[in-house]
């Protein structure tokens, strides 16, 4: 049962328009924004280049919901084309559309949404009990909840999937925990394993200021929705999406996440000889006016890569549009 979208304040705005409207030119701009979320991103680009259409994807059911009446009432029908998938199967949604689709940029954003946390059913916040679920297509039985995952996987398994994706320095202690817990009933709610994960801290750092709980619910989530593998497996086949002078933009936010995109671009720009530029040598990060605003974009990242032109070996990125973008101060 969907619910309504709480709202999300998507980051790095302005960074995101600078990049891709120095694309803007007499043809219509083909983009896609393949994490829509609460929208934020799409609704930006679609009233900021006038000229663009932006493919949009989700996998999340409220999302989805949520973004048919965002589209609707903002009259967008027309530019903004939204489908239900996981950003994985896009370039094997475009070529079976046959419609002969080359992106002048596509951007994915990593980060959770804040509807996610907000909405305590869905059991990705600790701050109140619920069933542990965590999936982001929650409408898809053939993805392992939470809650199946900490009951089915051995102690070793669980201590390394905490240590992998959580970093978690106390993952062999928490795994050891949560099989004593698993002797005597099944492990289903999120307040049961904030416990474990509290009292499987040394008690001189239990109230510290990130909760000891974090890392493990962090690590449960990208293991639930494979996080990690998608985007691995994404990046390359998305760049092949491109065209010339297209510019794939990704925006991370924690290092595990980083590193992947980091790594990746470099493997492209050396696999694709004279096809590929990396623009960030460095991640471009939210000014302290963002980070004041809203705290939670402190982590953000963003790296950019472009398609470039094999004859010049030049890239199209910071040529003067023929069509300026509007900015919202």
Same mark, same amino acid.
């Given at each position: 049962?969907?619910?309504?979208?709480?709202?999300?304040?998507?980051?790095?705005?302005?960074?995101?328009?600078?990049?891709?409207?120095?694309?803007?030119?007499?043809?219509?701009?083909?983009?896609?924004?393949?994490?829509?979320?609460?929208?934020?991103?799409?609704?930006?680009?679609?009233?900021?280049?006038?000229?663009?259409?932006?493919?949009?994807?989700?996998?999340? *059911?409220?999302?989805?919901?949520?973004?048919?009446?965002?589209?609707?009432?903002?009259?967008?029908?027309?530019?903004?084309?939204?489908?239900?998938?996981?950003?994985?199967?896009? *370039?094997?949604?475009?070529?079976?559309?046959?419609?002969?689709?080359?992106?002048?940029?596509?951007?994915?954003?990593?980060?959770?949404?804040?509807?996610?946390?907000?909405?305590?059913?869905?059991?990705?916040?600790?701050?109140?009990?619920?069933?542990?679920?965590?999936?982001?297509?929650?409408?898809?039985?053939?993805?392992?909840?939470?809650?199946?995952?900490?009951?089915?996987?051995?102690?070793?398994?669980?201590?390394?999937?905490?240590?992998?994706?959580?970093?978690?320095?106390?993952?062999?202690?928490?795994?050891?925990?949560?099989?004593?817990?698993?002797?005597?009933?099944?492990?289903?709610?999120?307040?049961?394993?904030?416990?474990?994960?509290?009292?499987?801290? *040394?008690?001189?750092?239990?109230?510290?200021?990130?909760?000891?709980?974090?890392?493990?619910?962090?690590?449960?989530?990208?293991?639930?929705?494979?996080?990690?593998?998608?985007?691995?497996?994404?990046?390359?086949?998305?760049?092949?999406?491109?065209?010339?002078?297209?510019?794939?933009?990704?925006?991370?936010?924690?290092?595990?996440?980083?590193?992947?995109?980091?790594?990746?671009?470099?493997?492209?720009?050396?696999?694709?000889?004279?096809?590929?530029?990396?623009?960030?040598?460095?991640?471009?990060?939210?000014?302290?006016?963002?980070?004041?605003?809203?705290?939670?974009?402190?982590?953000?990242?963003?790296?950019?890569?472009?398609?470039?032109?094999?004859?010049?070996?030049?890239?199209?990125?910071?040529?003067?549009?023929?069509?300026?973008?509007?900015?919202?101060?």
């Amino acid at each position: 049962m969907t619910k309504e979208y709480t709202k999300h304040y998507s980051v790095l705005h302005r960074e995101i328009l600078q990049a891709f409207s120095t694309l803007t030119y007499d043809k219509n701009l083909v983009l896609a924004d393949l994490t829509f979320g609460g929208g934020g991103h799409t609704l930006m680009l679609a009233k900021e280049i006038e000229n663009a259409i932006i493919y949009c994807v989700d996998q999340d *059911p409220d999302a989805l919901k949520n973004g048919e009446n965002l589209i609707t009432n903002n009259q967008l029908q027309d530019r903004v084309i939204l489908n239900s998938m996981n950003y994985e199967e896009f *370039p094997l949604w475009v070529s079976r559309q046959d419609l002969q689709l080359r992106f002048n940029g596509i951007l994915m954003d990593l980060g959770v949404s804040s509807h996610h946390f907000d909405d305590f059913t869905r059991g990705f916040s600790f701050r109140e009990d619920a069933f542990l679920d965590m999936r982001m297509n929650f409408n898809d039985e053939s993805i392992p909840t939470a809650a199946e995952v900490l009951n089915s996987l051995s102690e070793k398994e669980l201590a390394d999937m905490i240590f992998v994706y959580g970093e978690e320095r106390f993952s062999r202690k928490i795994a050891k925990n949560i099989i004593e817990f698993r002797r005597n009933d099944k492990l289903e709610r999120t307040k049961q394993l904030e416990d474990i994960v509290f009292h499987s801290y *040394p008690k001189h750092l239990r109230h510290k200021k990130i909760h000891p709980a974090t890392k493990t619910f962090q690590a449960l989530r990208i293991f639930v929705n494979r996080e990690l593998e998608v985007l691995e497996n994404s990046l390359e086949k998305l760049f092949e999406l491109l065209d010339t002078g297209g510019i794939l933009a990704v925006i991370s936010f924690h290092s595990l996440e980083d590193r992947i995109v980091k790594h990746k671009f470099k493997e492209i720009f050396q696999t694709h000889t004279n096809l590929a530029k990396i623009l960030t040598k460095k991640p471009i990060i939210p000014t302290e006016e963002e980070i004041a605003e809203n705290s939670r974009s402190r982590s953000a990242k963003l790296r950019l890569l472009q398609k470039i032109d094999p004859n010049t070996q030049g890239a199209v990125y910071g040529k003067k549009s023929k069509k300026k973008a509007k900015y919202n101060s």
